[in-house]
């Protein structure tokens, strides 16, 4: 066991990151601690908790970790580690392949995990101040990725080369008191006469708005581009939405529906 200082610092040599009071035993040396457990989970984050299709894990972010976790065993948990700051969105592909979070602060990165290796894949570095929504497509072959109102771009990446497929504003009129809070795909686009076409649908939402997109991602064209969906009367500041093959869900700070 290492022994502790009088002062509490830890003396071990193998230590880095935090700076030691000068005067003390190894004062001005750098040294760091590394997490090894965490217990309790915070929910401050939407949409923040994912259960693994392999029926055993979940999956969660703690700070600026995502932390994977066994629950049939609580010691077994894996930080994945590569945020400087705290993680402000966090999604899982629905064949559970691959973990995406993204981050705010400056450097506002968004990392693709590999779920089986444990490891870094892909990190997105085109965002600035904030990322405020993050979602794969339902076939989890592109991932969507919004800023904060600060930042206010859209990117949609290809997770066979982890390249950009296409980009937007997120929200066109910020004079509007629009910003995006979340946002989900659902499927293709229809013809008229409710065939799939080749183009993604997704959705974006958050104060007073519901925006609809459609994307060709042979070519990186919008076919819409970020469309307000009417809603006559009813003002709404949407927090979370749900896509299935016929309708969109979205819940709002007023409880509705």
């Not at 005067?23 to 989970?41: D, N, P």
């Not at 076939?139 to 950009?164: C, E, H, I, P």
């Not at 003002?235 to 007023?254: I, K, P, Q």
Request: aromatic share 10%; net charge negative.
């Amino acid at each position: 066991a290492n022994s502790m200082s009088r002062n509490g610092y830890e003396d071990n040599q193998d230590l880095q990151g935090y700076d030691v009071p000068s005067g003390q035993k190894g004062g001005g040396k750098q040294v760091s601690m590394e997490l090894e457990h965490a217990i309790g989970f915070s929910g401050n984050l939407r949409k923040c908790l994912f259960f693994h299709p392999n029926g055993r894990d979940i999956v969660y972010a703690a700070g600026g970790c995502v932390v994977v976790a066994d629950l049939s065993d609580p010691h077994n948990q894996v930080f994945l580690r590569g945020h400087d700051d705290n993680i402000s969105c966090l999604t899982l592909s629905s064949n559970g392949r691959y973990i995406a979070s993204g981050q705010s602060g400056e450097n506002a990165d968004v990392i693709v995990w590999d779920f089986e290796e444990k490891r870094l894949l892909y990190r997105m570095q085109s965002h600035d101040a904030g990322v405020a929504a993050i979602a794969f497509s339902h076939d989890d072959k592109l991932l969507l990725s919004v800023g904060v109102a600060a930042d206010n771009r859209l990117f949609v990446w290809d997770m066979s080369t982890g390249l950009m497929n296409a980009q937007a504003t997120a929200v066109p009129d910020k004079g509007a008191g629009q910003s995006t809070w979340c946002a989900g795909w659902g499927g293709f686009l229809k013809d008229v006469k409710r065939r799939d076409t080749a183009s993604y649908a997704f959705f974006t939402a958050g104060p007073r708005m519901l925006r609809i997109w459609g994307l060709d991602p042979v070519t990186g064209t919008w076919v819409i581009a970020g469309e307000q969906l009417a809603s006559h009367a009813h003002v709404r500041d949407y927090t979370c939405m749900v896509m299935n093959r016929e309708w969109l869900y979205a819940g709002s700070t007023t409880g509705d529906v």
